[in-house]
């Protein structure tokens, strides 16, 4: 892997070219070979993908040109960040799908008229307990709203002397607003990373879905050592 110390010309990159991976770490920016994994051909990916397909066929088909303009003004109205944490605006299909894939994460249905708004509350900081021995409990210095969703996140167990998790944060329950602490059993747990041991690291996090707007929060994550 190689470092990069990048000039005047060219302040950072990302993604692929002629090969190569450009991306970047706490150590700076590097260099990497790309590799073509096989593509997984699970349920649950041509389940995404398909569902992907099937709201850019209903942003064209189903919606008005009234409904489509006003997803557009809200976009606008609601600029996001990219990869190099620039102020971008997303289109208004772009908008229209990240929201409704938000909502089909929690089992909501599927919305056609854009919002007023996207506000949303986050957790702020989480605490959680538990661990070889107990469920784990986590919870938020801010409550989510009742009724909406919570998203439960969870990172592989690491050793001690590790805590990076980078994108590796896998959705392995959900629960509903306004009740915490939220709960998420060992055998969960182990059903997504395997065994459990004393003294690995382990990171857990919450993310909040508003059912009405399906605006999604900021994530709030935690890693510490079990016992």
């Known amino acids: 892997m190689a470092k990069i110390q990048f000039g005047a010309a060219v302040a950072d990159a990302r993604g692929k070219f002629a090969g190569q991976v450009f991306s ?3 150590m700076g920016s590097y260099l990497r070979r790309k590799s073509s994994p096989v593509q997984p051909r699970t349920s649950a990916v041509t389940g995404v993908r398909s569902s992907f397909s099937g709201l850019a066929k209903r942003w064209g088909s189903v919606l008005t040109a009234d409904q489509r303009a006003a997803w557009k003004s809200l976009a606008a109205a609601h600029p996001t960040t990219n990869v190099f944490g620039n102020s971008i605006i997303l289109t ?19 919305i056609d008229d854009a919002p007023l708004n996207l506000d949303v509350d986050a957790p702020g900081s989480i605490s959680f307990t538990g661990g070889t021995a107990a469920d784990f409990a986590i919870t938020p210095a801010v409550d989510a709203a009742a009724g909406d969703h ?5 990172g592989q167990p690491q050793s001690a ?7 590796a944060m896998r959705i392995v329950g959900t629960d509903t607003g306004g009740g915490s602490p939220y709960a998420l059993t060992r055998a969960t747990y182990r059903s997504f990373f395997g065994t459990l041991l004393p003294g690995q690291n382990i990171t857990l996090g919450l993310v909040y879905v508003r059912d009405d707007t399906g605006a999604k929060s900021a994530r709030s994550l935690l890693t510490k050592v079990i016992t």
């Open 92 to 110: 208004g299909l772009m908008l229209y799908i990240q929201v409704n894939r938000n909502l089909a994460s929690v089992g909501v249905a599927t």
């Open 24 to 26: 970047k770490s706490r």
């Open 161 to 167: 002397g590790r805590a990076f998790v980078g994108s």
């Open 150 to 154: 919570v998203i439960i996140l969870a």
